[in-house]
């Protein structure tokens, strides 16, 4: 099986992931109000979950796009301020959306997601000190 080494991937190739989950993110706060689907009773589950695995995707985009020479820590705290950054700059810009508006609240959820999945890649990067030779 081959491993998640991303040392000898070049840097810019390696951030095509965040780029592109970036724009739709962007694509979707661009919707307006009237353009979002409505689940019924599990709306704010959906919407909210969608937040979560979106940005926890994001964060992971960040954590590989990073250069592998840093340590695991080090990746995580930067991808980590990286999605806060983005998630704030993406509550700014639906606020000019029509019938949308910012939420501190998602920039919570986003960046719990985020921390997750963050803990998760940090302990299995092939940067980590496991002896894993998988």
Do not use: C
């Not at 099986?1 to 390696?14: D, E, F, L, W, Y």
């Not at 991808?79 to 806060?84: H, N, R, S, T, W």
């Not at 609240?105 to 998760?120: S, W």
């Amino acid at each position: 099986m081959a491993s998640m080494s991303t040392k000898n991937i070049p840097g810019m190739v390696r951030w095509i992931p965040a780029v592109v989950i970036m724009g739709i993110i962007f694509f979707a706060s661009s919707r307006t109000a009237s353009q979002i689907p409505f689940f019924g009773q599990y709306d704010v589950l959906y919407k909210k979950g969608g937040h979560a695995i979106g940005y926890a995707l994001l964060g992971i985009a960040y954590f590989f796009a990073l250069p592998p020479r840093l340590s695991s820590g080090y990746r995580y705290s930067i991808a980590l301020l990286m999605v806060i950054l983005f998630g704030l700059s993406d509550e700014f810009h639906q606020s000019f959306v029509e019938g949308r508006t910012s939420s501190m609240r998602d920039v919570v959820i986003d960046t719990a997601g985020a921390a997750f999945a963050l803990l998760i890649a940090a302990i299995y990067s092939s940067n980590s000190s496991s002896n894993s030779t998988a």
